[in-house]
Structure formats: C-alpha cells, structure tokens
C-alpha cells in the first residue's frame, strides 16, 4: 500500500492506543519545532482533541526538509507509533517519510503564547487552532449530536421551519428585511418584491414548529435564528442558533420537566465525553466550572412563581440597578441572584404577568398572568425560555386585540385551533448560551465561530 492510499488516522486515535502501530499516516498542522544535533521534535496537532502528537524526525532519515517547517505549517507524516521516551505522554510517532503540505510564513499570527480573546476575534479564522477554540468547536459539534440523539430517544421528529417568514414570532419588531427591491420605499405595499408581502429572516421557527406539533405529536428544530437587535452586550448575537421543541397534549409541567431533563442529559453528555475539553475551561476560564456542572445534572430544580420571585428580590436588601416590581420583566442581575445566591443553582421561574409576554402564550385562571416559564442557571441567568401555547380560539384571538395584531398575516396559525386543537407546549434554547454556561465563557461572540454584531460581519 502507498503512502498516498494508506487511510489517514487521528490523532485522538493514536493517543487512545493500546499498543504500538507500525506504518501510521497522519496529517495535522505544526505547533511547535525544536531540534537537537540528530533529531527535530515536532509538536502536531489535527483538531481531534486538545492533545499534541509529538512526531520525532531523524535527521538521518533524509528528512533534512524539516528545518524548514514553522509554527502553522500543514504537514503529513508516515512512520511508527512507538512508546514516548519523554515524560507526559505515552506515544509518539518516529517518523519514516515527511510530506510539507503547505508552509506557514514566519508572520504567522498565532505564537507559543496565551492570546487575548479581543486579539483572537480579530482573526475568526485562524483562531480555531488554537487551544481553547478549537475545544469550543469541539464542544459546539458534540453538544449538537447529544442534543439530537436526546430528543430521538423520546420519538422526537426533527423538522425544518423557515428561515424566511412573513410573521414576527415574538412580536418585538427587530426582524431583518428580505428584499429584492432596490429602493424599499419605492413599494410600500411590497407587490412587485420577491414574495409579493413583507418578507424577513425568521427570530424563531415555534409557530411552525407547534403545526407540525398538531400532527406529528413531538417534533423539535435545530437551525439558526437572526435578531435585528441593536445591542452590543456580552450576550446577544444578530445570528445564533436555536433548539425548539413542540409537544402536543402537554401543560406548562411538561414543558419544565423536558427543559431540566435537556439540560442534564446534555451537560452530562459533556462531563462524560468530553472531559478534557472541559478540563481546559476549569483551568484557565472559570476554576470551579466543573463542580458547577454537576451541579446542573445532579440537582432538582425548584420551581418558583413569578410573584414569589419578586418578593424574594425585593426583600433580598440588595440593591439592584432595576428594582424588581410586578409587572416588570426580570433583569440578569435578577435571574443571576436568583441562581446563584439564593439557591446557589437552577431554577425555574413560571406564571409571569401577560403584559410583558407575546399573544401565543396560555392565560391563566386568573386573567392576569400566562403558563410561561424561563430556566435560570448560574453565571448566564435565563438559558431556556418556553410557555404552554394558547389552544382556545376565542382565548386566542382576544390576546391578538389586546395587542394591536392584526389577525390576517396569522390566518394558518389560526386554522389550528379550529381544527383538532390540544394543549401543547414547547421552548427555546439559544445554543450559543448554552456552551456559554458549558464553558463558562463570558462573551457570546467566543461561543460561534463566525459572530454576527451589529457593524461586524468579517469572514
């Protein structure tokens, strides 16, 4: 077998060997070089894990080329998996044929050093090289495989809802227009556009999401979502993605009691399998990080009326920059004391007044407060926020007056209260603010690999 057909192999694979190999193909990128009178140390890596391969070239090999090789420089390499002569790891690879794939300039951005992460969003795409965002990478594609396998497991159908959409979810307005026109105001009326209407990127795929609940009976989406909100805080994004589950014949019960079974079994996904990422994060980001992660799995989680909230912050004799009222929503500096104080972990806040939640949402016995809840967590405050949808037509469309809605755009919606009605309920679960209370970074730009803010849109 050639170098050229022989399968390549990862380097997580080589360091989880159980004994040596011969005739091993690898290919990875440079992170360090030193050298000795015989022999040149390279330090590999290929993006599978945290860990380095250390591949030990001989000069007498003819291998006199790899004086040559820099920091970033693209390599392949065919040799022998042999037990380490050094301390700190078990194997190492002797090289026999070494291949420069593509060299790396000595300008080359990224050094033996810790970088900060305002120098490394500057860079989006080398940045993923290095230790801790290619672990973040890591984390983002195993989180999303738990997450899918989660909700198969329990005869979830995962569903596609539109990315273009001519109705505002969550009725805040702060949509990003979908145009063909070059001048907007040309046609107010949107006749001649693209689709004949008003068209925008979508905030949220749930209205769909809760059809395809009527007939599929469990359903969930898994895609991005786009917020023309003009903020520049540690954590909003114009661009994150989304999970939203839907189950028909459910209560606002079900709904808290799937979001806390989500969150467990996906953060314990993470703390089985992918320990030394996360090791990474407890030692340099947040020490502690990993007793706060148990924490999330091994918990109950109190549920605490929205009322009651309030009166445990008003008497907290705190002060807080938004004092906490009725009627008002609750601020992060609300949720986090919450959490982080006065239960010291999770915990799900649940009937908030109708006033400050959209026309979907089911309203109480009470007239003046709707079956929504938010799931608080340490050091992010709200991470899942979800509701029993409003199933009663009348109930429905008395909502959509009190607001201002018009009843037309939402005609489809409609329809599914006529027809074959239940209780359902279903959330929302921003992706980036989940790998945020995984990490314990502080910054949603360093939770995606491409960020979207408001005046950035590099790379």
Same mark, same amino acid.
């Given at each position: 077998?050639?170098?050229?057909?022989?399968?390549?192999?990862?380097?997580?694979?080589?360091?989880?060997?159980?004994?040596?190999?011969?005739?091993?193909?690898?290919?990875?990128?440079?992170?360090?070089?030193?050298?000795?009178?015989?022999?040149?140390?390279?330090?590999?890596?290929?993006?599978?894990?945290?860990?380095?391969?250390?591949?030990?070239?001989?000069?007498?090999?003819?291998?006199?080329?790899?004086?040559?090789?820099?920091?970033?420089?693209?390599?392949?390499?065919?040799?022998?998996?042999?037990?380490?002569?050094?301390?700190?790891?078990?194997?190492?690879?002797?090289?026999?044929?070494?291949?420069?794939?593509?060299?790396?300039?000595?300008?080359?951005?990224?050094?033996?050093?810790?970088?900060?992460?305002?120098?490394?969003?500057?860079?989006?795409?080398?940045?993923?090289?290095?230790?801790?965002?290619?672990?973040?990478?890591?984390?983002?594609?195993?989180?999303?495989?738990?997450?899918?396998?989660?909700?198969?497991?329990?005869?979830?159908?995962?569903?596609?809802?539109?990315?273009?959409?001519?109705?505002?979810?969550?009725?805040?307005?702060?949509?990003?227009?979908?145009?063909?026109?070059?001048?907007?105001?040309?046609?107010?009326?949107?006749?001649?556009?693209?689709?004949?209407?008003?068209?925008?990127?979508?905030?949220?795929?749930?209205?769909?999401?809760?059809?395809?609940?009527?007939?599929?009976?469990?359903?969930?989406?898994?895609?991005?979502?786009?917020?023309?909100?003009?903020?520049?805080?540690?954590?909003?994004?114009?661009?994150?993605?989304?999970?939203?589950?839907?189950?028909?014949?459910?209560?606002?019960?079900?709904?808290?009691?799937?979001?806390?079974?989500?969150?467990?079994?996906?953060?314990?996904?993470?703390?089985?399998?992918?320990?030394?990422?996360?090791?990474?994060?407890?030692?340099?980001?947040?020490?502690?990080?990993?007793?706060?992660?148990?924490?999330?799995?091994?918990?109950?989680?109190?549920?605490?009326?929205?009322?009651?909230?309030?009166?445990?912050?008003?008497?907290?004799?705190?002060?807080?920059?938004?004092?906490?009222?009725?009627?008002?929503? $609750?601020?992060?500096?609300?949720?986090?004391?919450?959490?982080?104080?006065?239960?010291?972990?999770?915990?799900?806040?649940?009937?908030?007044?109708?006033?400050?939640?959209?026309?979907?949402?089911?309203?109480?016995?009470?007239?003046?407060?709707?079956?929504?809840?938010?799931?608080?967590?340490?050091?992010?405050?709200?991470?899942?926020?979800?509701?029993?949808?409003?199933?009663?037509?009348?109930?429905?469309?008395?909502?959509?007056?009190?607001?201002?809605?018009?009843?037309?755009?939402?005609?489809?919606? $409609?329809?599914?209260?006529?027809?074959?009605?239940?209780?359902?309920?279903?959330?929302?679960?921003?992706?980036?603010?989940?790998?945020?209370?995984?990490?314990?970074?502080?910054?949603?730009?360093?939770?995606?690999?491409?960020?979207?803010?408001?005046?950035?849109?590099?790379?």
């Amino acid at each position: 077998m050639t170098q050229a057909s022989r399968p390549r192999v990862r380097i997580k694979e080589l360091l989880l060997a159980a004994s040596p190999q011969a005739e091993v193909f690898i290919q990875g990128w440079v992170r360090t070089r030193r050298d000795s009178r015989d022999l040149s140390f390279l330090e590999l890596n290929d993006g599978s894990c945290l860990a380095n391969l250390q591949v030990v070239v001989p000069q007498a090999a003819g291998l006199e080329m790899v004086k040559d090789l820099t920091t970033g420089a693209a390599v392949a390499v065919f040799g022998d998996l042999v037990p380490s002569q050094g301390q700190g790891q078990k194997w190492e690879l002797l090289a026999q044929r070494l291949t420069l794939v593509g060299p790396s300039g000595p300008d080359y951005p990224l050094q033996k050093k810790r970088h900060t992460d305002e120098y490394l969003r500057e860079m989006a795409h080398l940045r993923p090289r290095t230790n801790k965002f290619g672990a973040i990478a890591r984390l983002r594609g195993e989180c999303s495989f738990a997450i899918h396998q989660f909700f198969h497991d329990r005869g979830f159908v995962y569903v596609h809802t539109p990315i273009i959409t001519g109705s505002d979810c969550e009725g805040a307005g702060e949509m990003f227009q979908v145009t063909t026109l070059k001048d907007p105001a040309s046609d107010p009326t949107y006749k001649t556009d693209f689709f004949g209407q008003y068209a925008a990127l979508t905030v949220s795929g749930q209205l769909e999401a809760e059809l395809l609940a009527l007939a599929l009976g469990r359903v969930y989406t898994f895609g991005p979502a786009f917020r023309a909100e003009n903020s520049n805080t540690t954590r909003h994004a114009a661009e994150f993605w989304m999970i939203e589950p839907e189950v028909a014949f459910a209560d606002l019960r079900d709904d808290m009691d799937l979001a806390e079974a989500l969150i467990k079994s996906v953060v314990g996904f993470a703390l089985r399998d992918c320990a030394e990422d996360l090791a990474l994060f407890d030692k340099f980001v947040e020490p502690g990080l990993l007793a706060r992660l148990r924490v999330l799995v091994e918990s109950e989680y109190p549920r605490l009326p929205y009322a009651e909230a309030i009166r445990i912050l008003a008497a907290s004799g705190r002060k807080f920059e938004f004092p906490p009222v009725f009627g008002a929503d $609750l601020a992060t500096e609300h949720e986090r004391f919450l959490c982080e104080e006065r239960f010291q972990g999770p915990v799900i806040v649940y009937d908030y007044p109708k006033t400050i939640k959209p026309f979907y949402m089911r309203l109480n016995d009470d007239g003046q407060t709707v079956a929504a809840m938010d799931l608080l967590v340490p050091k992010v405050g709200e991470l899942v926020g979800g509701s029993q949808r409003e199933e009663r037509l009348d109930v429905l469309l008395e909502r959509m007056k009190e607001l201002g809605l018009s009843e037309d755009p939402y005609w489809w919606y $409609l329809d599914s209260r006529r027809w074959g009605s239940t209780p359902h309920a279903g959330f929302g679960l921003g992706f980036e603010r989940f790998l945020m209370t995984l990490t314990g970074i502080a910054n949603i730009r360093d939770a995606i690999p491409f960020p979207r803010t408001p005046k950035s849109l590099a790379f």
